[in-house]
């Protein structure tokens, strides 16, 4: 049986950004789809089922700590794995991520394309955090 | 010219007292106007005639006066005396003067004085307004105080928030410079590689400032608390130094790293003294030339932990060492424009070391490489 190509959300309101991880990403091979803010994220995670969620922090309209309010990563989607993107890195915002179940917490400015895909490819593969 | 006219009319307070008793034998205008009394009292003893006056000032004085025989002097006595209906406050100089007879004993005491109440209290005025304007001028300074703390705190703020942004742009452009050099839109001739890589390290910098940058305003802040936890030191270093080994490599240069056989365990905030780690290996390797060795020495002694990071590289001149670990400074030296930099990596490592409770020094000199010294205290629970 051949194994299910991993489906990705892009969660970020930066365009720009945006874009270049989607490119980044399917050039890898996901399945990739896109949202530009919290509420925008909910529809989407209804509509394709990820099995992970690329989430920034800031966003227009629901910010992302406010999706993983609404999306309850630990009782509800206990599969889904969520790597939480910020260039704000402030403890606060890292301490309620994971709480709220994400898996791990990025600066984006660090990562490169390739690191990027090296970060996606080892929280995919490795267990769901307890 | 009458002598007694001119003593009785004159500005300056005179008055004779005769006897045990003291009594007022003399006392001009001045005098009985000066301290508020009638001329019924030429003739009576002086405890009877100034009785309000007494109260105010010991009669010891007189006593003194007859028994020793020597003169008394006073300067700005404090007296209330009565002018008209009220009484007020005075001030005299005054001198008491003792006339002997012809045994030598004292007959009479001579009583001279001025009254200098206007020159005390324009001095008075002026010191009260003085203190006055002093108090104000405090009042302002501690305000102004108060507003600079402010703009400080301001400050940090607004370098967190700026940085923060400017991470946004800085970040899209590490994507797509990335992806070009990725090959992701096509094949890269070695040209362009080179330059777009030019850029991308360009970049890498940008975002480095911006890193150093919201540690300094978070420290500055005192935002910053360190985790201490146990750290493995041996490990820590050894993780750095093979992170920086290509680039060391790469410019033609050596390291090594001296220890002891047992892991050296420390109290640190691992990931700060990562840090600082990188950035001292990492100027020794910018700051030195090819065919250059770089020593990393661990030790452990009583209560402490050293770390030395010696380089054969440029060094530095002992007259530039105090100004080595402040924001902003950059030696010049010949590398230094090569090398690039922002001057906040050596502030932010003494911050970092000073916030552990441990010191940092340069052993330098112009032309012979370079040492840093650190240290770090043990707790003794360890």
């Known amino acids: 049986m051949a194994k299910k190509i991993p489906t990705i959300l892009i969660v970020e309101d930066e365009n720009a950004l945006n874009e270049a991880y989607q490119i980044i990403l399917r050039k890898a091979g996901y399945n990739v789809f896109s949202a530009s803010d919290g509420e925008d994220a909910l529809a989407k995670a209804a509509q394709h089922t990820p099995d ?79 | 010219m009458n002598i007694e006219t001119l003593l009785a009319d004159a500005p300056i307070m005179i008055a004779v007292v005769e006897g045990p008793d003291f009594i007022l034998k003399v006392a001009n205008q001045s005098y009985l106007s000066a301290l508020g009394v009638r001329s ?54 005054f001198a008491f003067q003792p006339i002997k007879n012809a045994e ?3 007959a009479q005491v001579c009583l001279y004085g001025m009254e200098v109440t206007p ?5 008075r005025k002026y010191r009260q307004d003085k203190q006055k304007q002093l108090d104000a001028q405090t009042a302002r300074l ?40 990725e090959g992701y839109v096509g094949p890269v001739e070695p040209a362009q590689e080179e330059f777009l890589r030019q850029a991308y390290a360009s970049n890498e910098r940008q975002l480095n400032t911006i890193n150093d940058l919201l540690q300094i305003a978070q420290i500055d802040a005192g935002k910053v608390a360190i985790s201490p936890e146990e750290c493995d030191v041996t490990a820590l270093i050894a993780a750095v130094v093979d992170e920086q080994k290509n680039n060391i490599v790469r410019r033609g240069q050596t390291i090594a790293i001296i220890k002891p056989k047992q892991p050296v365990i420390a109290w640190a905030d691992s990931l700060r ?47 530039d060492h105090s100004k080595l670990f402040q924001k902003f400074s950059r030696i010049d030296n010949p590398l230094s424009i090569a090398v690039g930099g922002n001057g906040l990596g050596l502030y932010l490592v003494k911050k970092l070391i000073d916030a552990h409770g441990g010191s940092i020094k340069v052993i330098s000199e112009l032309g012979q490489g370079t040492t840093f010294m650190l240290r770090l205290p043990i707790p003794p629970e360890l």
């Open chain 2, 104 to 106: 030598g004993t004292v």
């Open chain 2, 273 to 319: 003294l990562r840090m600082v780690l990188d950035n001292l290996i990492d100027n020794a390797s910018k700051y030195s030339g090819e065919n250059t060795a770089i020593q990393v020495t661990l030790a452990e002694s009583e209560g402490e932990v050293s770390i030395a990071i010696t380089d054969q590289g440029v060094g530095i001149a002992p007259s």
């Open chain 2, 119 to 123: 020159q005390v209290q324009v001095r």
């Open chain 1, 52 to 130: 992970l969620i690329l989430l920034d922090l800031r966003m227009p309209h629901m910010d992302g700590l406010n999706f993983l309010r609404h999306y309850d990563v630990k009782l509800q989607h206990p599969d889904v794995k969520v790597i939480v993107f910020s260039n704000y890195d402030i403890q606060q915002d890292i301490d309620e991520a994971y709480e709220k179940g994400a898996d791990r917490y990025i600066l984006k400015a660090w990562a490169s394309p390739k690191k990027l895909l090296k970060v996606v490819g080892d929280t995919l593969a490795a267990p769901k955090a307890a």
């Open chain 2, 142 to 181: 501690l305000q102004q105080n108060d507003q600079l703390k402010e703009l400080n705190t301001s400050k940090d703020e607004f370098i967190a928030l700026a940085s923060h942004q400017l991470r946004t742009p800085a970040t899209g452009v590490k994507q797509y410079l990335g992806m070009v050099l």
């Open chain 2, 40 to 93: 019924a009292v030429v003739g009576r003893p002086v405890k009877v005639a100034f009785a309000e006056l007494y109260a105010q000032h010991s009669d010891h004085l007189f006593d003194k006066v007859r028994l020793s025989g020597k003169p008394y002097i006073d300067y700005e006595r404090h007296l209330r005396v009565r002018r008209g209906t009220k009484i007020v406050d005075a001030y005299f100089n």
